[in-house]
């Protein structure tokens, strides 16, 4: 069975955060080799030597058969789920508000995936950051800013207003022929009408990326200097990961208008969408949630 992109992405991108690889949430890899590919980030922001590749490979297999066994079937039935609320009458065609408060239920779904993983990474961040020096940090730090730099030119944030319009307009485009196969001429139009009227958000989550690095970075400095006892570095580490993805306050309402908005927009695109739109995006979800039980099970 193909192990698609998504649940690969899944696992990879939650990683790849919290072990201060990329950031990146659209990282294109197979489930199984998850483990190489992380070490090789992380190597790649941090220059490992013998030891701390040893350290890091340890911890990463250990999250990664712990996901597989624990993770993938609760990702398993949320797919499911998803996919009974298209199929069924909760998300009619039709509908905006009926796929707006479907999306509201599927939101915090996807948050509470956070917190285990989170918890899980704490101890490797922890042994692997007390052995990290200064000049692999520093390291970390331009590879970050490298990072910062490709996405300020693929969101077009220092361009125009028209172009980063378009590249907003791109990015939804794709966005949305991932889920539905293909898009239409009205399709294409509504995207654009919205975006063009709605809340540019990306700065604000320029500026919150660019926080949370800071929030890494923080905690591996401390580490790093202070090399403390092992359960003291699990607990900074753990606290500091659980609440990476809490918005900052000064930034908060401003975020909060940009989700509200791109739900609309997800909502008014699923009430839009044909009969062969959603026979696709169903068939979709339940070729993912078909990989993850295959890969749970073969992880027993």
């Not at 066994?69 to 298209?86: A, C, I, K, M, N």
Request: proline residues 5%.
């Amino acid at each position: 069975m193909t192990r698609r992109p998504l649940i690969g992405s899944l696992i990879a991108a939650t990683a790849a955060v919290l072990l201060v690889i990329s950031g990146c949430s659209t990282v294109r890899i197979g489930y199984g080799a998850f483990p190489t590919w992380a070490s090789w980030q992380l190597n790649k922001y941090l220059s490992l030597d013998d030891q701390q590749q040893q350290i890091a490979r340890r911890h990463v297999e250990k999250l990664a058969a712990w996901h597989r066994r624990h993770e993938l079937p609760r990702y398993r039935s949320f797919l499911e789920s998803v996919e009974q609320d298209l199929e069924g009458d909760r998300v009619p065609p039709g509908h905006p508000d009926a796929a707006l408060a479907a999306i509201g239920r599927w939101r915090p779904e996807v948050t509470a995936a956070w917190t285990p993983v989170a918890e899980r990474l704490a101890p490797g961040v922890a042994e692997l950051g007390t052995t990290l020096r200064p000049e692999q940090i520093e390291r970390m730090k331009k590879r970050m800013d490298e990072s910062n730099d490709d996405m300020r030119r693929e969101m077009k944030l220092d361009g125009s207003a028209q172009q980063r319009l378009q590249a907003r307009v791109d990015r939804w485009t794709k966005r949305a022929e991932s889920f539905f196969g293909s898009i239409g001429d009205e399709q294409r139009r509504h995207i654009r009408q919205h975006l063009a009227s709605a809340p540019a958000g990306e700065e604000v989550w320029y500026a919150e990326r660019v926080a949370r690095q800071a929030r890494i970075v923080g905690l591996l400095e401390s580490l790093s200097r202070d090399r403390p006892p092992v359960d003291w570095a699990i607990q900074v580490s753990r606290d500091t990961l659980v609440a990476l993805w809490q918005d900052d306050p000064q930034r908060d309402a401003q975020l909060d208008a940009v989700r509200k908005s791109a739900d609309a927009l997800s909502a008014q695109l699923l009430a839009m969408a044909t009969p062969k739109q959603r026979e696709h995006m169903v068939e979709k979800l339940r070729g993912y949630a078909a990989d993850a039980q295959a890969l749970a099970m073969a992880g027993e």
